[in-house]
């Protein structure tokens, strides 16, 4: 069964800083990954979707990367904003589908100005 | 338009009650989902439902009732609900084309309190 583990559950960082989010995974036989973000109280948003075959994808201040063999996946995040505030939970698919996904529990974090 | 829409965004019900949440979604995506999320908790999935028919039911209570009326809404009915079904209540959609790239598009989400 495949297990995804976020460490650490909750992270603070002043603003300005660069940081990495982490994400592990027990089965390496995945399709792709997802990088959501949560607001407190509201739904997921999908920030980046890394195929299997790709090591990494960018959007903006953000890139995410992907090593299928340790089954590992970071999300980095330049120059952070107190806007960046929010859980970030990544998901696997090992099917392809979007039905099937395993989600992490996330790691809350925390931008203090 | 790239929103999934879910109606209440707060519903509070005594555990005799009946109530219903509501999702709609205008993306032409075929398939819809049921999440639920408690605090701190990553979403765990309820129903799923693929071209309007239910494809997946992860062995959710039958005080659970999903119904897909067509291929942009998706309802939940309530019954005899407990307290500890209180939580977050997600809707999703995805294309449902399998692909590599297959993405989940989220609702904000029902809060759901069970007095």
């Known amino acids: 069964k495949q297990e995804v583990t976020q460490i650490p559950a909750a992270l603070s960082v002043p603003e300005g800083e660069n940081l990495v989010l982490n994400c592990s995974f027990t089965d390496s036989a995945i399709y792709n990954l997802q990088w959501f973000r949560q607001d407190p109280g509201k739904g997921l948003t999908s920030l980046l979707l890394?195929?299997?075959?790709?090591r990494e994808q960018t959007s903006g201040r953000l890139n995410a990367s992907l090593d299928k063999s340790s089954g590992r996946s970071t999300l980095y995040i330049a120059a952070s904003q107190p806007g960046d505030s929010a859980t970030y939970l990544c998901a696997v698919s090992l099917s392809g589908s979007a039905r099937q996904l395993t989600f992490g529990s996330g790691t809350q974090l925390t931008v203090l100005p | 338009d790239t929103e999934v829409t879910q109606t209440p965004k707060h519903l509070v019900m005594g555990m005799t009650n009946k109530k219903s949440l509501k999702c709609e979604q205008h993306?032409?995506?075929?398939?819809m989902y049921w999440y639920k999320q408690k605090a701190k908790k990553p979403p765990e999935l309820m129903f799923v439902y693929s071209y309007e028919k239910l494809s997946i039911n992860e062995s959710v209570p039958s005080r659970f009732s999903p119904e897909c009326p067509n291929s942009s809404l998706l309802n939940l009915h309530l019954h005899a609900l407990q307290p500890e079904d209180s939580a977050l209540y997600l809707c999703a959609s995805s294309q449902d084309w399998g692909g590599v790239r297959e993405k989940l598009f989220f609702g904000s989400g029902t809060q759901l309190s069970v007095l």
């Open positions: 993306m032409g995506h075929r398939a």
């Open positions: 890394i195929q299997s075959s790709q």
